[in-house]
């Protein structure tokens, strides 16, 4: 059983570019949690994911950020006119239920 | 979220145990310990968790005061592979889904 899978692994993007980050959790996972890690810093809270739904999005912040967990395929935080300040690695981790989870290799977001 | 302390840094000798502290006083009867490393460049990795027992696992034991407001992680004999940030996380089972993640412990073993 193949672990959390995140792509891209690194991600360069100009400023104002738009970072589409995907996730896809284990087999039998339908609950997502999104995480950042600034350079430095501890990882923060961004988002939960259910299956179609968002549960829990007191970590995004109010502009340029979304995320989706569709039916069918992966997880997406989406990042529009992304800004040098949005550098960072942002992780997903999956569980089967509500509740810590497995955590993914992350993606490295640069932003030149 | 109730909040947990831990030290910044330690230092442990390759072969040697590890433990490391961390105190939670304001932790409430509905809270789980758990237990996640950060070895560098890669996500977080799942080590142990406990409600009120010691916990044992392949990796780690965890040691829970009585009163609940502290824990100790045992790394029975530390390897270089060991070297990591280690975070000591509340998550209220009974309502809480999202982990809180505090500073760590950066843990330096010594070959």
């Known amino acids: 059983n193949a672990g959390v899978m995140q792509n891209p692994r690194h991600l360069v993007r100009r400023r104002g570019q738009e970072a589409r980050l995907r996730c896809s959790p284990m087999?039998?996972?339908?609950?997502v949690y999104w995480y950042r890690q600034l350079p430095e810093e501890g990882l923060k809270f961004m988002v939960y994911l259910q299956k179609e739904n968002i549960i829990d999005e007191s970590g995004m912040p109010k502009e340029r950020f979304s995320a989706e967990f569709p039916k069918e395929g992966p997880s997406i935080l989406r990042i529009q006119q992304v800004v040098r300040g949005d550098s960072a690695a942002y992780f997903c981790a999956s569980s089967p239920r509500q509740g810590p989870g497995d955590f993914g290799p992350g993606t490295r977001l640069t932003v030149l | 979220d109730a909040k947990t302390t831990q030290p910044n840094s330690m230092e442990s000798n390759e072969e040697e145990p590890v433990h490391l502290p961390c105190n939670h006083s304001?932790?409430?009867?509905?809270?789980?310990i758990h237990w996640y490393r950060q070895l560098p460049s890669q996500g977080p990795e799942y080590v142990i968790h406990?409600?009120?027992s010691n916990v044992n696992n392949r990796m780690a034991s965890l040691a829970i005061a009585e009163d609940r407001k502290s824990s100790t992680l045992i790394l029975h004999r530390a390897t270089l592979r060991d070297a990591a940030v280690y975070y000591c996380i509340l998550r209220d089972g009974g309502k809480g889904n999202k982990l809180v993640f505090g500073a760590g412990t950066i843990l330096r073993v010594k070959s």
């Open positions: 406990g409600l009120t």
């Open positions: 304001t932790i409430s009867g509905t809270d789980y």
């Open positions: 087999k039998g996972h339908s609950h």
